[in-house]
């Protein structure tokens, strides 16, 4: 497919100095000192436009650039999106990857503040508390989005919502789900005061998902999600109002927060359509 006219939205080639600037954006460091993110690839790309996220600026080697990837850029420069055509070899070296997907852009870092981020309408908020592995991070965020939660609340020291491993396992989800970077305590004294009742996954929990759900049927609720390894924070265990496990088979010890979080979710969401029918 042959590429939209150049426009004057669009530069010819990203100068050494932007390359490196870019390439910064793969670490914590260059993140903080910029306020920016990147995305690579297509299906990231797609999801950035349905979801209204604006980036800075869409580089792209027309050499390895697909036709789904070609539209996708006529797109961007519809809505006078800045583009800048490079060579394979340019964008491979801004992400630090061996083989270009031909596409990528960077994006500023949102607002995390919790006071700032929420909003009276918001009904079902995630906590993901220590939660250290992109991959689960990333898994979360893209299954809050899915199951109708309004924002998630990150604590102690979460993997960084906008490092590439995190914003690839979301799926595009994280340009579109609010986060909220906060402590347990702050977290705790937020559902107190927005009269959130907190359910906490717990491996020792007692409590069934199900009679819990018809306990909250038109209650605002945040949901806890700890690791794997060492579940959640005392703040948040014991100033919880419930506490819930996932039934499983006694031949697996234990499941990983991403699937854990999912599922209890997903229980969350499917409870909320039947008492809607």
Do not use: W
Not at 65 to 83: A, E
Not at 131 to 150: C, H, K
């Amino acid at each position: 497919m042959k590429l939209p006219k150049v426009t004057k939205e669009e530069t010819l080639s990203p100068t050494r100095t932007e390359q490196k600037k870019v390439r910064s954006l793969t670490t914590k460091k260059g993140r903080r000192s910029s306020g920016l993110y990147v995305a690579e690839g297509v299906r990231l790309l797609e999801e950035a436009f349905r979801h209204r996220a604006r980036p800075n600026v869409v580089y792209y080697a027309p050499s390895v650039l697909s036709d789904r990837g070609t539209r996708l850029i006529g797109r961007f420069r519809s809505q006078g999106i800045k583009t800048s055509r490079a060579t394979s070899s340019e964008l491979s070296s801004m992400t630090g990857t061996m083989t270009s997907q031909g596409i990528l852009a960077t994006f500023p870092i949102p607002v995390t503040e919790l006071t700032q981020l929420h909003h009276h309408r918001m009904r079902n908020i995630l906590v993901c508390d220590g939660l250290s592995d992109p991959g689960n991070l990333g898994t979360l965020i893209r299954s809050a989005l899915a199951f109708g939660f309004d924002m998630i609340l990150l604590c102690n020291n979460c993997a960084e919502p906008y490092s590439p491993k995190v914003v690839r396992a979301s799926a595009g989800a994280i340009f579109a789900m609010p986060i909220a970077i906060t402590g347990p305590a702050q977290a705790v004294g937020f559902a107190k005061s927005e009269r959130f009742a907190t359910i906490a996954a717990d491996v020792a929990g007692t409590n069934s998902l199900d009679n819990v759900l018809r306990q909250l049927s038109h209650s605002k609720m945040m949901l806890a999600i700890g690791s794997e390894a060492e579940g959640l924070c005392d703040d948040l265990l014991t100033n919880a109002d419930f506490r819930v496990r996932v039934p499983h088979a006694e031949t697996v010890d234990s499941l990983n927060a991403a699937i854990a979080g999912s599922i209890l979710m997903k229980d969350c969401y499917s409870s909320r359509h039947r008492r809607k029918q």
